[in-house]
């Protein structure tokens, strides 16, 4: 298959005076070529084959093609937010997970999972958040405070993670921190420190923020949101909170992916202007088929680049590698088995708090009792 090289530049964050620099300037992604409508059945056909050969299961994100979002649901395997992929693929009995989305997600599963058999499309596929906090220099910010609780997010390295106390979602990111101030934790936070900083405003928690950034939701613009929204005047606004303050500030509803998707549902209104990703949009357009759905500019008058609202590290994954990967068992997700237990401890403890905020027993994890500081 033909792959297309893509450039992404984009601008280094400012150091903020409490927080560390995110380090990565520049990003890169292989898109595949389109493949034709009988390339993608055949394809298609080739991985429900090989999905059933090979006992194993797919797990896509909402930002990945249709195809893979599809795909993943007609076979008995979930498309969703980052917390439920994590879940669902610890759960199923599959011997092997197919996960299409972004590194840390495969990372996330072999940690979970250590003795499944993980593949990845694309090993390669990676994120601004995760290239933006390497290990060493998160470390030394964590034991320059060592008064505080290590809550990363889950777009982190599995190092990252090992070095954490708690792992978070954009689904439960605001639950966790607010339990944790409620018992009188002060918090280090990293990377995302859009995200950070709404939690921040919603919780009121004291939080040292790391300061990375998501290079797609960073692109979102106030200025041409507001005129969009002038244009649009019964739209909602729907926005993930990986973006900017005045983008959030400007939104009927503030969520994850799950969250956005949720919203949309049981929102009373016909036009949705939404800013996330837009591999988003298949979900809402197919689910909400009565509702008509915007994206949210990117660039305009007070835009720095060009964006186009897609990861080009989840654009990465393709059918075609799906199929290549089950084939020949290619890109197995590799996670380095001494920090394996380390970095399952905030994950269990991200999981078991869930799962108990829903009701539920989550089977091996640690009881999710938030201790005093
Ligand atoms: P969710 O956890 O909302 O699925 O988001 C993951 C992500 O990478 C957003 O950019
Ligand atoms: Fe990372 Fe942003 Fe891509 Fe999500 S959309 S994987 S946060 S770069």
Redesign the pocket.
């Given at each position: 298959m033909n792959m297309a090289m893509k450039e992404v530049d984009y601008e280094q964050p400012q150091a903020d005076v409490s927080g560390s620099v995110c380090a990565t300037k520049h990003a890169w992604a292989r898109v595949p070529v389109e493949p034709s409508q009988s390339e993608r059945a055949a394809l298609k056909g080739k991985i429900r084959h090989l999905l059933k050969e090979k006992n194993a299961v797919m797990v896509s994100h909402y930002?990945v093609h249709p195809d893979l979002q599809d795909l993943a649901e007609e076979t008995g395997g979930l498309v969703s937010d980052s917390l439920e992929m994590a879940r669902f693929g610890r759960d199923h009995s599959a011997k092997t997970l197919v996960v299409s989305?972004?590194r840390?997600m495969g990372e996330t599963a072999k940690i979970l999972s250590p003795e499944k058999r993980i593949l990845m499309p694309d090993l390669e596929a990676?994120?601004?958040?995760?290239l933006g906090c390497p290990v060493e220099e998160f470390s030394a910010f964590c034991d320059a405070h060592p008064d505080r609780t290590v809550v990363v997010y889950a777009?982190t390295s599995a190092a990252v993670k090992a070095r954490s106390d708690w792992l978070v979602t954009s689904s439960c990111a605001l639950d966790i921190v607010r339990a944790l101030k409620d018992k009188g934790h002060k918090i280090l936070w990293a990377p995302?420190r859009h995200l950070g900083g709404y939690i921040q405003r919603e919780t009121g928690a004291d939080m040292l923020m790391w300061n990375g950034s998501?290079?797609?939701?960073n692109e979102f613009k106030a200025i041409e949101l507001q005129g969009l929204m002038q244009q649009h005047p019964g739209a909602k606004v729907l926005v993930h909170p990986?973006s900017p303050a005045d983008v959030i500030a400007l939104a009927d509803a503030v969520g994850s992916t799950s969250g956005i998707l949720k919203a949309a549902h049981d929102m009373d209104a016909r036009e949705f202007i939404v800013a996330t990703?837009n591999g988003m949009m298949h979900k809402l357009r197919t689910l909400n088929p009565g509702k008509v759905f915007l994206e949210a500019p990117t660039s305009g008058n007070s835009a720095t680049c060009k964006s186009c609202a897609h990861?080009?590290?989840?654009a990465m994954n393709s059918l075609a590698d799906v199929a290549r990967v089950l084939e020949t068992g290619a890109n197995e997700v590799q996670v380095d088995p001494a920090i394996i237990p380390r970095a399952r401890l905030p994950i269990d403890r991200m999981l078991a708090f869930t799962s108990a905020l829903k009701g539920g027993h989550d089977t091996g994890s640690l009881v999710p009792n938030i201790g005093a500081a």
């Open positions: 930002y989305g972004v840390f990676t994120c601004s958040l995760d777009n995302d998501c290079i797609v939701h990986e990703d990861c080009p590290w989840m």
